[in-house]
């Protein structure tokens, strides 16, 4: 079983069509050109047995390039492509009864190898999949041992997004360590995507969304549960596992909201999960992630950070029996503020009894 899986993906030439920008000049802060995604035609392309499946970016005027004629399977014309537009990614669907090894488009560079979905790799698995860039492996790791402990976890999937510090097989390597059943680690070397100012700040964040609908596709449809969350984040549940949550519920998902953790006065330098114990009162909570069961109803819709790309969907999942703890310097700094220098005045009693359960050394 391979622990590393190659994505099929397409770029256009560097004198090839250019991706438009998706929010108007007025939005786009300096530096914004530097992350914006202008080249990726597609992430993944697999067959799921009836049809070639693409997931993309947003396609916006790249669109056209999948005009009746100009998409070729195996160097033959394809059927017409449908098209599903959605906030954060696109999704190109071609009728083929066959499995083709190609899929191309005239006149562009544009080619990869075409994948058959793996459906029976995590069925009936409790699975947990995140982005991951140059993430210490021992907070990978210290995260996939809460979740193991807490609450039954069996597998991992990671998509690498060109990390630096270690090579995806040594990644791979790591989670293996922890006694999870099965771990996959996706290279994922494209553009993040930038912020934009608001009321478009997470609008050009193509790959996340698009990754999480592609492994969706590829994998996950028949997984017990899965869950949402980044490496910097533990989830607490009452009276049972997440994922147990998620298979009971009404709607086959479930997503909640995180609150801050720190560390306290006197922690120095490096910090894990478990020197996280204290809370700033003042810290709002955090957007919600989720849990949800991909082959009831809710989970074949289009998946996003915080739940469903249709936020309502997220709202009706709501439920008050999970939540998580979101450590604040569990992370690279790469984003906007410092999240590593804050520290909570005192260790709070219930994240320290969890956290000498869950890390006793």
């Not at 070729?72 to 071609?94: E, F, W, Y």
């Not at 041992?145 to 976890?153: F, M, S």
């Not at 899965?226 to 009404?250: M, P």
Request: proline share 6%; aromatic share 10%.
């Amino acid at each position: 079983m391979a622990h590393v899986i190659a994505l099929n993906s397409a770029e256009l030439s560097e004198d090839g069509p250019r991706r438009d920008h998706i929010i108007p000049a007025q939005y786009r802060p300096d530096g914004y050109d530097a992350g914006y995604d202008f080249k990726t035609l597609w992430y993944d392309a697999i067959w799921d047995g009836r049809d070639v499946v693409l997931t993309c970016p947003r396609l916006l005027n790249l669109a056209r390039l999948f005009d009746r004629d100009r998409v070729l399977l195996d160097g033959q014309p394809a059927a017409r492509p449908r098209i599903s537009t959605n906030r954060r990614h696109d999704t190109v669907r071609l009728a083929s009864p066959l499995q083709p090894a190609q899929i191309s488009l005239t006149g562009q560079m544009a080619r990869s190898a075409v994948a058959r979905d793996d459906l029976a790799r995590f069925r009936g698995k409790n699975v947990h999949i995140a982005i991951n860039k140059d993430n210490d492996l021992i907070w990978l790791r210290d995260f996939a041992r809460y979740h193991i402990a807490e609450h039954d976890l069996q597998a991992m999937i990671v998509i690498d997004n060109g990390s630096t510090r270690y090579t995806p097989d040594a990644l791979a390597g790591a989670l293996l360590e922890t006694g999870l059943q099965d771990v996959l680690v996706l290279p994922a070397p494209f553009a993040y995507g930038p912020f934009g100012l608001k009321p478009f700040s997470r609008r050009a964040k193509f790959l996340q969304t698009a990754m999480l609908n592609a492994v969706r596709l590829r994998f996950l449809q028949h997984a017990r549960a899965v869950l949402n969350c980044d490496i910097d984040e533990l989830i607490w549940c009452k009276g049972g596992s997440i994922f147990d949550l998620a298979c009971k519920s009404l709607l086959g998902a479930v997503t909640f909201p995180g609150i801050w953790r720190f560390p306290v006065q006197g922690h120095d330098g490096f910090a894990r999960h478990r020197d996280h114990l204290g809370i700033i009162e003042e810290v709002g909570i955090c957007p919600p992630k989720s849990c949800i069961v991909p082959s009831r109803l809710l989970g074949q819709r289009q998946w996003d950070v915080h739940g469903f790309e249709t936020p309502v969907l997220a709202k009706l999942a709501r439920t008050s029996h999970a939540g998580y703890w979101h450590f604040r310097a569990i992370s690279t700094n790469w984003k906007q503020f410092d999240r590593l220098a804050r520290r909570a005045p005192a260790p709070d009693p219930e994240t320290a009894a969890v956290m000498a359960r869950v890390f006793p050394e």
